[in-house]
């Protein structure tokens, strides 16, 4: 392609007709002649975002073997032309790896950041060396970026630099958290978590009752913020808590209480029925869907009253209960819902209805 060719492309960037962008946009990002290489890097000095974003684009279809004239667009504060950067780094293996390292070294904190950033959008091994050294950077913010990215990684070594950095700045603290949800810990990592639980940001509180999981003291459904009550209906196992968080002041609290009971197919009508009455929707819906283990005349006649709820997604689940707990009185409640002039309601409601007429066949 000659450079007269390729300039008339990138005006075409900035013009008000979308087709002609974007033919011009397709057309650069198919180049592969090497006569095209210098003109993109020449247009990648351009101001506008989007003729910078192209050319990063086009790079991809060539072998670079300096990485480092790209590092200033993986701090871009566009966010479209970071994203194509960051690709453009991903795909560019070893040496754009490298690249990313030298760059961890830099004075400029944004640079740092960008890189960490990258590095941790590569998810490969030759990443994780770096991020594991970035998480003793100076400043908190690339610290914790490195522990949020490394939570890809598995293995004991990264398991034990997270667990290194709970005594670090709350983001850092939290980020470690976040690394660290999931893992199977030893007793004495679990044993350092523990002390998180009164910390006293309430968002590390809550990451450690997920971190901490089953092994998560009771005492924790006692916090007096809500997001570490609302984590422990998400990680107990104990019907005695749920119960107590079900009838919780906050509502986001009780909608996950009521989620999780229905996850683990508890019973707890006495509790569950209250709440088809709750102000809040997102409560009543969970409550719905809780009950479809439930069975007995109580429930199946709140179940039914729930089915006339002004919301749609109560309804839907009141429906889909129904059809699970099954019988006569469920089958005619269904049958009469199943009329509403929603098409997507009437479908869930005969969906529901189909599947109690099949189970009533089986039986």
């Not at 754009?96 to 941790?120: F, I, M, P, R, W």
């Not at 700045?169 to 980020?175: C, L, N, T």
């Not at 924790?220 to 422990?232: C, L, Q, T």
């Not at 006339?308 to 819902?337: H, Y």
């Amino acid at each position: 392609m000659n450079a007269k060719t390729f300039a008339r492309l990138v005006a075409d960037l900035s013009s008000e007709d979308f087709a002609k962008v974007e033919d011009a946009a397709n057309t650069i990002c198919s180049l592969r002649d090497a006569n095209a290489y210098p003109l993109i890097l020449d247009a990648l000095q351009s101001e506008t975002p989007l003729i910078c974003r192209v050319m990063l684009w086009a790079l991809r279809n060539y072998t670079i073997a300096d990485y480092a004239q790209f590092l200033p667009f993986v701090c871009s504060a566009d966010d479209d032309v970071r994203e194509a950067a960051q690709v453009l780094f991903m795909e560019g293996g070893e040496a754009a790896c490298k690249t990313l390292v030298s760059a961890l070294s830099s004075d400029d904190l944004n640079l740092q950041y960008g890189a960490v950033e990258t590095l941790g959008q590569m998810r490969s091994e030759c990443a994780k060396q770096p991020l594991l050294a970035s998480l003793s950077a100076s400043a908190p913010e690339v610290r914790a970026l490195a522990a949020y990215s490394l939570a890809r990684y598995p293995d004991d070594a990264v398991t034990d630099a997270l667990l290194s950095r709970l005594s670090d700045e709350p983001d850092v603290r939290s980020a470690a958290l976040s690394g660290l949800k999931g893992r199977a810990l030893s007793s004495d990592a679990l044993l350092s978590v523990m002390p998180l639980l009164s910390d006293a940001d309430a968002g590390v509180r809550a990451l450690a009752v997920y971190v901490l999981d089953a092994a998560v003291p009771d005492s924790a459904a006692d916090d007096a913020d809500s997001r570490v009550r609302r984590a422990m209906a998400e990680v107990t196992d104990s019907a005695e808590i749920l119960r107590k968080l079900l009838t919780d002041v906050d509502s986001s609290v009780r909608t996950a209480a009521a989620d999780a009971a229905g996850k683990r197919g508890m019973r707890m009508d006495e509790v569950l029925i209250p709440l088809l009455s709750d102000e809040m929707p997102g409560v009543r819906r969970a409550a719905a869907a809780a009950l479809s283990h439930a069975e007995g005349d109580a429930v199946v006649d709140a179940l039914i009253q729930a089915l006339s709820d002004p919301k749609p997604g109560i309804r839907a689940a009141a429906a889909n209960s129904l059809g699970k707990i099954g019988g006569e009185k469920a089958k005619a409640a269904l049958v009469s819902a199943s009329q509403v002039k929603n098409p997507i309601l009437a479908g869930i409601i005969k969906n529901a209805l189909s599947e109690l007429e099949k189970r009533e066949a089986g039986e």
